[in-house]
């Protein structure tokens, strides 16, 4: 059992529509943090959210912290072909010690022109 | 500035070797972490280590084991190698072991089992 379940695990749009992804747990976090990660390269830091009910932008990208901090969304508008990739949530449950990220499977997206 | 650098970027082994794979840290941060990410499925946790301890251990058997060495640079060793073992491995450097603080990854050495 994944302890961040990602959602949906692919998606495929065209240019110009708007998307969501979320990242769901039962356990609750001190932190989650988003990331994206292109073939042949190592993940990058898009975010971190660690406010309960946080809301944070990032141009036509918006993430959001649940209230009860066991969730998060990364919402899309207006997904160009360069937003394609691999988007993976991780994060470390309260009471972890040190900077163990503990990461979802990932949701593959796919914008066509 | 440089960013993480992983070596090799790539690497065959076959079942029984073992292999070392090499990471250097950005410039100021003292803590490195490894990761394995198997194709399709999210990184995960293996080791974290600051100023050359052992912070923190995933699970994962004791074939795993890596060192942090005085300049932080890494190493990450695998004994006894497995089909299984073939994976992209991260390494990610950050100023301390702290929650909050931003992790910075390399490209990955691709390692294939045959």
């Known amino acids: 059992t994944q302890l961040l379940e990602q959602s949906p695990q692919f998606l495929s749009i065209q240019e110009g529509e708007n998307l969501t992804v979320y990242c769901n747990s039962s356990?609750?976090?001190?932190?989650l943090q988003w990331y994206r990660q292109e073939p042949g390269e190592g993940p990058v830091l898009l975010v971190t959210?660690?406010?309960?009910?946080e809301v944070k932008k990032l141009k036509r990208l918006t993430f959001q912290f649940g209230d009860a901090r066991k969730d998060s969304s990364l919402h899309i508008t207006a997904a160009q072909p360069g937003d394609t990739g691999l988007y993976l949530c991780?994060?470390?449950?309260?009471?972890?010690?040190?900077?163990?990220?503990?990461f979802g499977q990932g949701t593959i997206l796919t914008v066509h022109p | 500035d440089a960013g993480v650098t992983q070596s090799p970027t790539h690497l065959i082994k076959t079942r029984g070797q073992h292999v070392t794979l090499r990471c250097s840290p950005i410039s100021g941060h003292k803590s490195v972490s490894w990761y394995q990410q198997v194709l399709g499925q999210g990184p995960q946790f293996i080791f974290q280590y600051y100023e050359k301890e052992e912070r923190g251990r995933g699970n994962f058997p004791d074939r795993f084991s890596a060192r942090q060495f005085p300049n932080y640079s890494s190493e990450l060793n695998v004994n006894a190698l497995l089909l299984g073992d073939s994976a992209l491995y991260l390494c990610a450097s950050s100023l301390w072991t702290g929650l909050e603080q931003p992790q910075h990854f390399g490209d990955g050495t691709r390692l294939s089992i045959l």
């Open positions: 991780a994060g470390a449950p309260r009471g972890t010690s040190y900077g163990k990220l503990t």
């Open positions: 959210v660690v406010t309960g009910g």
């Open positions: 356990s609750v976090f001190s932190s």
